[in-house]
T-cell receptor, first 111, second 114 residues
Framework: DAKTTQPNSMESNEEEPVHLPCNHS???????IHWYRQLPSQGPEYVIH???SNVNNRMASLAIAEDRKSSTLILHRATLRDAAVYYC????????????FGKGTKLSVKP | NAGVTQTPKFQVLKTGQSMTLQCAQD?????MSWYRQDPGMGLRLIHY???????DQGEVPNGYNVSRSTTEDFPLRLLSAAPSQTSVYFC?????????????FGPGTRLTVT
C-alpha cells in the first residue's frame, strides 16, 4: 500500500482557514486520495476524496497537486468542533482498496 | 438510515472468555471491515468482507474470526480473549472496496479484557 506523510499536529484559530498537508510521493495512477477525521471518543468520519481534480463538498475542499504527489485538505473556517485527528489515506481504485490508516494530524482549534 | 450500528458499546471480559461483537449496516453495502484502535494509535485492519460468504484477513487477524452470511451483518468473534485485545473496535462499510467510494464507520465497541 502506498504510504502518506502528514505532520503530527497543527494549530489553528477559530474562524480562520486551515490547510492540512499530505505527501504521497509513491501514489499510483489508480489510487484515490481519501480524508477522514476522528473526533475524540468517536469513530472516524468521511470528509472528502478525489482522484485527480480538486474537489469541494459541504465539509471541506481537497486540493490535489498536478503530479498527485501531494494534496491539501482545506477547512474554510475552522470551528471548535473541527478539532480532531485528520487522516490522509490512499485507497486503491481496484478490487483491493482497503483503507490503511496512519497516525494522522491532530488539529487543535483555539477560540 | 441508521448507517453502521455496533453492539455492545462497552464490554468487560475475563481472560479466556469468548464473545461476539455485532455490526450491522442498512445501506446495502457490499464491503464491510473491522478495525481495532489502541490508545494513541491509528486504526488497524483486522478482517474484511467484499460480500456475503467472502471474508479475508487484514493486518492483525490473529485471535479473531469473522463470517458474513448476509449483506447486512458482519460479526467479529473473539475466540479466547487476552489482555492484548483490550481496544476500541470499529466496524465500517462501503458500497464497494474500490477507491472511489467513501467508507462509513460505526460508533465503536470499547472492550476491556482483565
Amino acid at each position: 500500500d502506498a504510504k502518506t506523510t502528514q505532520p503530527n499536529s497543527m494549530e489553528s484559530n477559530e474562524e480562520e482557514p486551515v490547510h492540512l498537508p499530505c505527501n504521497h510521493s509513491t501514489i499510483s495512477g489508480t489510487d484515490y486520495i481519501h480524508w477522514y477525521r476522528q473526533l475524540p471518543s468517536q469513530g472516524p468520519e468521511y470528509v472528502i476524496h478525489g482522484l485527480t481534480s480538486n474537489v469541494n463538498n459541504r465539509m471541506a475542499s481537497l486540493a490535489i497537486a498536478e503530479d498527485r504527489k501531494s494534496s491539501t485538505l482545506i477547512l474554510h473556517r475552522a470551528t471548535l468542533r473541527d478539532a480532531a485527528v485528520y487522516y490522509c489515506i490512499l485507497r486503491y481504485g481496484g478490487s483491493q482498496g482497503n483503507l490503511i490508516f496512519g497516525k494522522g494530524t491532530k488539529l487543535s482549534v483555539k477560540p | 438510515n441508521a448507517g453502521v450500528t455496533q453492539t455492545p458499546k462497552f464490554q468487560v471480559l475475563k481472560t479466556g472468555q469468548s464473545m461476539t461483537l455485532q455490526c450491522a449496516q442498512d445501506m446495502n453495502h457490499e464491503y464491510m471491515s473491522w478495525y481495532r484502535q489502541d490508545p494513541g494509535m491509528g486504526l488497524r485492519l483486522i478482517h474484511y468482507s467484499v460480500g456475503a460468504g467472502i471474508t479475508d484477513q487484514g493486518e492483525v487477524p490473529n485471535g479473531y474470526n469473522v463470517s458474513r452470511s448476509t449483506t447486512e451483518d458482519f460479526p467479529l468473534r473473539l475466540l479466547s480473549a487476552a489482555p492484548s485485545q483490550t481496544s476500541v473496535y470499529f466496524c465500517a462499510s462501503s458500497y464497494s472496496q474500490g477507491g472511489g467510494y467513501e467508507q462509513y464507520f460505526g460508533p465503536g465497541t470499547r472492550l476491556t479484557v482483565t
